[in-house]
């Protein structure tokens, strides 16, 4: 059974720091992984997709990568800005049916 | 802008009720899901359907939740008769293809249940 697991819970810095966000997932045969930003009150909006075959991508100030051999994904985000702040959900596509996995999410805040 | 539209945006609802929740995909995609989000539980997937067949809803209550499909245009999930632990926020997604695709979510539905 695929379990997703994110590192930072919470996460709080200045305005201009780079940082990182970790998602692990336990079954490494998966599809793709994708990262979504929620803001609260909202919904998911997608940030990134990496298919299995990927190692990164790119959007703007943000990079995820993905090692599948050892089960994790990271997003950096370069020089954070106070709009950044809002909770970081990964999601794994894995599975018979390929259902997205959600991980508990890192929920960011950046002040000025 | 294509987007995915979910009604009621927020509904508030007596123990016993039947609620219905639609979602409208987005225009062509063939997978739709619906997900369940709790402060204590996070994103949970309740069903799953491709082309309009339910492919999984291993983790939807089968008692008192049903969901379907009636058209490639419509996803409904229905509560009846409601409880006050159902209250969430009910998420659709929709994406394309048979699994690889980027899935995009609408805005919730807010459910609280008296």
């Known amino acids: 059974k695929q379990e997703v697991t994110q590192i930072p819970a919470a996460l709080s810095v200045p305005e201009g720091e780079n940082l990182v966000l970790n998602c692990s997932f336990t079954?490494?045969?998966?599809?793709?992984l994708q990262w979504f930003r929620q803001d609260p009150g909202k919904g998911l909006t997608s940030l990134l997709l990496i298919q299995s075959s990927q190692r990164e991508q790119t959007s703007g100030r943000l990079n995820a990568s993905l090692d599948k051999s050892s089960g994790r994904s990271t997003l950096y985000i370069a020089a954070s800005q106070p709009g950044d702040s809002a909770t970081y959900l990964c999601a794994a596509r894995a599975g018979g049916y390929n259902k997205l996995i959600f991980g508990a999410g890192t929920r960011l805040a950046v002040h000025p | 802008d294509a987007r995915v539209t979910q009604t009621p945006r927020d509904k508030v609802t007596e123990m016993g009720q039947e609620v219905t929740m639609r979602c409208q995909p987005i225009?062509?995609?063939?997978?739709v899901f619906w997900y369940r989000q709790t402060m204590m539980q996070g994103l949970e997937l309740l069903a799953y359907?491709?082309?309009?067949?339910?492919?999984?809803d291993s983790g939807m209550p089968k008692d008192r939740f049903s969901a379907e499909m009636p058209d490639a245009t419509l996803a409904t999930l229905k509560i009846q008769p409601s409880e006050p632990r159902d209250s969430a926020v009910y998420f659709c997604?929709?994406?394309?293809?048979?699994?690889?695709?980027?899935?995009?979510f609408g805005e919730g539905s807010r459910l609280t249940v008296l």
């Open positions: 225009l062509g995609h063939n997978t």
């Open positions: 997604a929709s994406g394309l293809g048979g699994g690889t695709g980027e899935l995009f």
């Open positions: 359907f491709r082309n309009r067949a339910p492919l999984d």
């Open positions: 079954d490494s045969a998966i599809y793709n």
